[in-house]
């Protein structure tokens, strides 16, 4: 099964742009015979988290009608899709929520980032479940950005039989979770992190792109670089557990 980080720009506060992106983006990803993609968090809208509290309208829903055209293309072309967006909780707040589309253009799962970060706190709903789904036999674990400076959620991923792990995220220049934090998850844990990024100017600076794969073992397998937009893709190779 091959497996792509996408990263591109996001337009702030485009949704139908954004979306548009991310539906070409899944069918190049499927013509290289990708079978998921994982796009950056909050690719729908772009990192802004004024421009997310300050407009409830561009909180979506779980199955809200402006994904339709990634539905689509994944519907098209067989390709599942992680799509990291403000989707709408129970409390009432949007929660950063990874949207997983299977190839058929249904949803497979939800997942809310657990661990919030600096005005996060102050504008989103934490999610409290785990994030889980199963693809062709093989399973998998959802987290989003700062979710990953937490170990404890790559080791319950372990434990729970999963053997890749899937981290939209947002990391400007410099960050050095590059380097101490997503490979360090695959070598301690002997799972496969794939980690997609944005490009460009975001609220905690301009990001760099550089969406990556990392084996089991800690070894980069894959990288978008800086391309824009770019895809990392990856072929694991997985083994009975």
């Not at 337009?11 to 013509?31: H, I, Q």
């Not at 004024?50 to 339709?68: K, M, V």
């Amino acid at each position: 099964m091959k497996i792509a980080a996408a990263q591109f720009s996001s337009v702030p506060g485009d949704v139908g742009a954004n979306v548009e992106t991310m539906r070409d983006l899944v069918r190049t990803a499927s013509e290289q015979g990708v079978r998921l993609v994982v796009f950056a968090e909050l690719a729908v809208t772009g990192y802004g988290m004024e421009l997310i509290a300050g407009d409830p309208g561009l909180w979506l829903t779980e199955d809200d009608p402006r994904l339709g055209p990634v539905r689509e293309a994944c519907r098209e072309t067989g390709t599942a899709a992680v799509v990291n967006a403000a989707v709408l909780t129970a409390d009432g707040r949007p929660g950063i929520s990874s949207l997983v589309i299977g190839p058929d253009g249904e949803r497979l799962a939800r997942y809310d980032k657990r661990n919030l970060h600096g005005v996060e706190l102050d504008i989103c709903a934490a999610g409290t479940e785990d994030g889980r789904f199963t693809l062709d036999g093989v399973r998998f674990a959802l987290a989003v950005c700062y979710d990953n400076r937490f170990p404890e959620l790559a080791e319950r991923a372990r434990k729970d039989g999963c053997q890749v792990y899937l981290a939209s995220s947002v990391l400007e220049e410099g960050n050095d979770s590059f380097e101490s934090v997503y490979p360090v998850r695959a070598r301690e844990n002997g799972l496969y992190v794939v980690m997609a990024n944005q490009v460009g100017p975001s609220d905690i600076g301009v990001c760099p792109g550089d969406s990556g794969i990392w084996g089991p073992d800690g070894t980069s397998l894959a990288t978008a670089a800086q391309s824009d937009p770019g895809l990392a893709v990856a072929e694991p190779v997985f083994v009975s557990r």
